[in-house]
């Protein structure tokens, strides 16, 4: 099974301080390279629902022969404190609003999906305080999970390392959170560069999310391009190809040296497979 038609890398149409983007604030640049360089899909990390002009990038899309894979959303919480796993009744209320609003612009731009990583933030407390704190986000993203599952988009939750999330860091709790938030139609989002980190075992998690993997991220365990560092991609390949996945491999990854070199070293990565 060949995954080269499910392929595509992450692009911002804003800059950010959030890194692991390709020609952040370069949106147009970063599209033609993509379809330049052979890859089907764009992942677009969205701040605010006005960041892309839904008629003007579905004609370009369309011109350049690309899909949106995805709308990454965290950049809301990390700069305007849109967080779903606020303690603040009022924020989480609005956070949810947003998250709405992105899955309508989802809906318009022909997006496959709409991911929860960042956009959780941190939950605050600890003990019985977190716990309180960890049902209100459920309580959150089950309501966003109940609006995309009506509007027919993806929802996909992503576990992240410790470094950056202090809940759902793993596979294995990422199971168990798709458990308690109970909408069967959401999936898991596994990012190698974060089970670099938190998991024992790479392919054993992977084998274990099973049929609720949706979407899988690619960045080495230096957060660049697939291949430039000590992840053993050959193994993942061959591991979702035992398991018949057949959703996008999207890379996420820092624009070093610089976004042309980044986008080019990621699909040298595809050809050689």
């Given amino acids: ?33 993509a379809s330049a360089l052979g890859f089907n899909y764009v992942e677009l990390s969205i701040r605010a629902v006005d960041d892309v ?9 369309a011109a ?8 990454a959303t965290g950049q809301a919480c990390l700069f305007d404190c849109l967080c779903l796993g606020s303690d603040n009744d009022t924020k989480r209320e609005n956070a949810v609003a947003h998250f709405k609003a992105i899955t309508q612009l989802a809906k318009d731009i022909h997006s496959e999906a709409v991911i929860i990583g960042g956009i959780r933030g ?32 993806q929802l996909l939750i992503e576990p992240i390392n ?3 999330m202090n809940w759902i860091l793993t596979a294995q709790q990422g199971l168990e959170f798709l ?13 190698t560069f974060h089970m670099n980190i938190e998991e024992v075992d790479t392919l ?11 979407y899988v991220h690619f960045a080495d365990n230096i957060r660049q391009a697939p291949g430039t560092g000590q992840i053993d991609f050959d193994a993942i390949l061959k591991k979702l190809e035992e398991m018949d996945y057949r959703g996008p491999v ?24």
């Fill in 162 to 164: 410790r470094y950056e």
């Fill in 122 to 153: 941190l939950l605050a407390g600890e003990g019985e305080t977190k716990a309180e704190n960890y049902a209100k986000g459920v309580a959150a993203i089950r309501t966003c999970a109940e609006w995309t599952d009506a509007l027919g988009v």
């Fill in 64 to 71: 350049l022969n690309l899909k949106i894979s995805a709308l």
């Fill in 250 to 273: 999207v890379a996420e990854i820092l624009p070093l040296p610089d976004d042309v070199t980044a986008i080019t070293k990621t699909a040298a990565f595809w050809q050689q497979r």
């Fill in 179 to 191: 458990q308690d938030v109970g909408v069967d139609s959401v999936k898991l989002l596994l990012d």
């Fill in 1 to 33: 099974m060949s995954f080269k038609n499910r392929t595509g890398v992450a692009l911002s149409p804003r800059s950010s301080r959030f890194g692991p983007l390709l020609f952040a604030g370069s949106l147009e640049q970063g599209l033609e390279q």
């Fill in 53 to 61: 002009q839904p008629q003007e990038l579905n004609q370009k899309l």
């Fill in 204 to 214: 054993a998690a992977l084998e274990q999310a099973g049929e609720r993997l949706g």
